[in-house]
């Protein structure tokens, strides 16, 4: 299996930050890496798939970069909305998801 | 609009069975490997089950495979997931998932387009 983890698993910041998240896989999974956020109480919401490619409609202050084993989600500048968990995911081999980060208010 | 709903969650004792069901609309259902993916209380996300478009590929978690079925049925755009000898850790939010494409073997579009609001399942021992 697929091992997915993330660091830092808990992360405080301000609002205008710049936030990076880390996400390794235990093997190479390619570009084949999504990120979702998910507020409490709500279902995740795909941000990021194939590494670096944004849905449309997310905000460009998002970015994902990586291939292989290790990857980053980037927010440039941290706004209200942002505080929430973040997965990342790798779908090279069936599916795993990282651990979470969660974004609190500093 | 993409729009899934979950229902069948309930409480049920440990080695009992449960079905799950989703309910699609707003895309073209048969085109699409759709997916169960469960979130303990407080926890993280886990991959439970997928199913490829035609049906013919189907893969599962180790934690249940074995123990659960997925099922899929465009005629009435339905999700299933029939789960059996239930165990406690199988307790938690259990959402139905639309992929982006449509097999199961690594490509560019397996990721989780869509999510439903979940359907909630508690094992007492």
């Known amino acids: 299996d697929v091992q997915m983890t993330q660091s830092p698993s808990t992360l405080a910041a301000s609002i205008g930050d710049r936030v990076t998240i880390t996400c390794r896989a235990s093997e190479n999974v390619n570009r084949w890496l999504a990120w979702y956020q998910q507020k409490p109480g709500k279902a995740p919401k795909i941000l990021i798939h194939k590494a670096s490619i944004l849905k449309p409609g997310v905000p460009s202050r998002f970015s994902g970069s990586g291939s292989g084993a290790e990857f980053t989600l980037t927010i440039s500048s941290l706004q209200p909305d942002d505080f929430a968990t973040y997965y990342c995911?790798?779908?090279?081999?069936?599916?795993?998801f990282g651990p979470g980060t969660t974004v609190h208010i500093k | 609009e993409v729009h899934l709903v979950e229902s069948g969650g309930g409480s049920v004792q440990v080695g009992r069975s449960l079905r799950l069901s989703c309910g699609a609309s707003g895309f073209m259902f048969e085109n699409y490997a759709m997916h169960w993916v469960r979130q303990a209380p407080g926890k993280g996300l886990e991959w439970v089950a997928g199913?490829?478009?035609?049906?013919?590929?189907?893969a599962f978690a180790d934690s249940v495979r074995g123990r659960f079925l997925i099922s899929k049925d465009d005629a009435k755009k339905s999700l299933s997931l029939q789960m059996s000898s239930l165990r406690v850790e199988d307790t938690g939010l259990y959402y139905c998932?639309?992929?982006?494409?449509?097999?199961?073997?690594?490509?560019?579009?397996?990721?989780?387009?869509?999510w439903g609001q979940g359907t909630l399942v508690t094992v007492s021992p």
């Open positions: 199913i490829s478009w035609n049906r013919e590929s189907v």
């Open positions: 998932v639309k992929m982006a494409g449509w097999d199961l073997p690594p490509g560019e579009l397996n990721y989780f387009d869509s």
């Open positions: 995911q790798q779908y090279n081999r069936f599916f795993t």
